[in-house]
């Protein structure tokens, strides 16, 4: 199978910045990130397909940009002016289809997440 490993998460102050990682066992997937708080329902953050093309949540698209660096099988979310309400268990995934930010449940592999905390 593939494994996905998430790396960059930490407790941080509001205002602040953080860049997740992710890195994968293998080339030629999609990918994305998503989010979940206890008790609430997992979110998609930000996707990016096999030929670049990014999908940035309306949430968050004006202070999260994805990106992935193809060589290094590796996948980043930067994150800008962090608000207590980004706290979550961050979540990388990945597919061979083209699934985006909603169709979440179907992504066939998942990492094991990492927890980002940000304080007001």
């Known amino acids: 199978g593939v494994e996905l490993v998430e790396s960059g998460g930490e407790s941080v102050q509001a205002g602040g910045s953080l860049r997740l990682s992710c890195k994968f066992s293998t080339f030629g997937l999609h990918r994305a990130w998503f989010r979940q708080v206890p008790g609430k329902e997992r979110e998609g953050v930000a996707a990016?397909?096999?030929?670049?093309?990014?999908t940035v949540a309306e949430s968050v698209k004006d202070r999260f940009t994805v990106s992935k660096d193809t060589d290094k099988k590796m996948l980043y979310l930067e994150m800008n002016n962090l608000k207590p309400e980004d706290t979550a268990m961050y979540y990388c995934a990945a597919d061979p289809r083209n699934l985006g930010l909603t169709r979440g449940e179907e992504y066939r592999w998942w990492g094991q997440g990492t927890q980002v905390t940000v304080s007001s």
């Open positions: 990016i397909d096999t030929s670049g093309r990014a």
